[in-house]
Nanobody, 120 residues
Framework: HVQLVESGGGSVQTGGSLGLSCAVSGYTYSRPCLGWFRQAPGKEREGVAHIASDGLTTYADSVKGRFTIAKDNTGNILYLEMNNLKPEDTAMYYC???????????????WGQGTQVTVS
């Protein structure tokens, strides 16, 4: 079965940078779609970014130009590089995977346990 394990969260000051990683295992779908979500206390879960099997990336407007999603050549590690962080970026960040042909936030239904990012 698919396992997603996030790491790299922590605390950082406003304007700082942080990198998240997600170790992906058991994910053998032929057209992989991986992404990141976040959820702040009292708020709905928000799609942050996703990357399709052809490398096409999509970002939420709130993070465009500041965050970068990438994966390694094997597809077993997913990254999220976060720059110019703001207090509103504070949230639990989740790695997610989809098993359908279209790479969309709404199809990312397999989740990791999350890693906390705090910006102050």
């Amino acid at each position: 079965h698919v396992q997603l394990v996030e790491s790299g969260g922590g605390s950082v000051q406003t304007g700082g940078s942080l990198g998240l990683s997600c170790a992906v295992s058991g994910y053998t779908y032929s057209r992989p779609c991986l992404g990141w979500f976040r959820q702040a206390p009292g708020k709905e879960r928000e799609g942050v970014a996703h990357i399709a099997s052809d490398g096409l990336t999509t970002y939420a407007d709130s993070v465009k130009g500041r965050f970068t999603i990438a994966k390694d050549n094997t597809g077993n590690i997913l990254y999220l590089e976060m720059n110019n962080l703001k207090p509103e970026d504070t949230a639990m960040y989740y790695c997610a995977a989809a098993v359908v042909a279209k790479c969309r936030f709404r199809y990312l239904e397999i989740w990791g346990q999350g890693t906390q990012v705090t910006v102050s």
